[in-house]
């Protein structure tokens, strides 16, 4: 006999629970991650170079340069009307950003196949201006006509940097979004959801942000695309651990991964993503559509770097 869960059984009371969750090293628990699920892995090319990849953001964050943040007035503002103030949409993104990704660049290229240093020479001569634009379309998902094999080291210096300004102003200065499903410090899209374990988060699942790392609480067996609570499944690979599985929803047709740390304490929501390409494969052949993007896997062509 199966327990059927319904959505708020198994949470404390909405006051108890610590809504949002920033990790204290993001970049460097992949790294860590992405070495371990390498080992093995029919794709550990890919997976070591992406582990160099976050290594770099981490060196990256480590040196980040003073950059503009909200005022007291402005955080108070949007925790009055429920949104999120550094929002990739609107926020006056500082260029500094661009600083990131030519440390990250140098750092990778050392270790990129001869396709990949290509991509990053031709980064590396986009101007200002270019690079801003580039910035955009990732930013608003308009992946359609952009130079795919560029855009995870533009994304990932884009990480950084919201990464950065989160960290620094800390988890007080955020409040819950008016809009669940998007991320409460940059309205971004959620990349995988987490079930976290010890202390007064354990067993409660959070969503993780696609750009800044933030991690904010939404109720189990929910859809997290369309708060639908019917039709809720999940799938996973035959015969793995089942500490990461995609929870698909029959209203909207959509998925998203979620990872339990109780089956894995080091499960990661970008490392794991990428290291279960073929749970994505099944559930396209389902005809269930990704609802949240992994930036670093925008496209098929970043796979073969
Ligand atoms: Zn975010
Ligand atoms: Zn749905």
């Keep these: 006999m199966t327990t059927v869960i319904q959505p708020g059984q198994i949470e404390p009371p909405a006051g108890e629970i610590p809504f949002i969750h920033q990790p204290d090293s993001a970049f460097r628990d992949k790294t860590v991650r992405l070495r371990q699920l390498a080992e093995g892995h029919v794709m550990k090319g890919f997976l070591l170079f992406m582990a160099d990849l976050t290594d770099a953001q981490h060196a990256a964050l480590t040196v980040f340069p003073e950059a503009a943040l909200p005022t007291e007035a402005e955080l108070m503002l949007c925790r009055e009307h429920g949104m999120p103030p550094l929002s990739v949409q609107s926020w006056p993104r500082d260029p500094v950003w661009q600083e990131a990704l030519r440390q990250i660049i140098a750092q990778v290229i050392c270790t990129a196949t001869p396709e990949t240093k290509i991509i990053l020479m031709r980064l590396q001569q986009m101007d ?178």
Excluded at 243 to 265: F, N, Q, R, S
Aim: charged share 15%; with cysteine; glycine share 8%.
């Design 128 to 305: 200002s201006a270019a690079l801003e634009a580039f910035a955009t379309d990732i930013l608003s998902g308009q992946f359609d006509g952009m130079e795919l094999g560029a855009a995870p080291f533009v994304a990932a210096a884009l990480q950084v940097y919201w990464t950065h300004m989160a960290s620094t102003l800390g988890t007080q200065a955020f409040a819950p979004s008016d809009i669940s499903n998007l991320c409460p410090v940059c309205a971004s899209p959620p990349a995988a959801s987490i079930v976290r374990i010890g202390g007064s988060e354990n067993g409660l699942r959070y969503l993780c942000c696609s750009v800044c790392n933030t991690q904010w609480h939404m109720v189990r067996v929910k859809c997290t695309n369309c708060e639908s609570t019917k039709g809720i499944s999940y799938f996973m690979i035959e015969g793995a651990s089942g500490a990461v599985k995609a929870e698909a929803c029959e209203e909207c047709g959509t998925y998203l991964k979620i990872m339990h740390m109780d089956k894995d304490p080091q499960v990661d929501p970008v490392a794991d993503d990428l290291a279960t390409l073929v749970l994505d494969l099944m559930m396209d052949e389902n005809g269930r559509s990704r609802s949240g993007p992994n930036l670093f896997l925008i496209s098929p062509s970043a796979i073969a770097a």
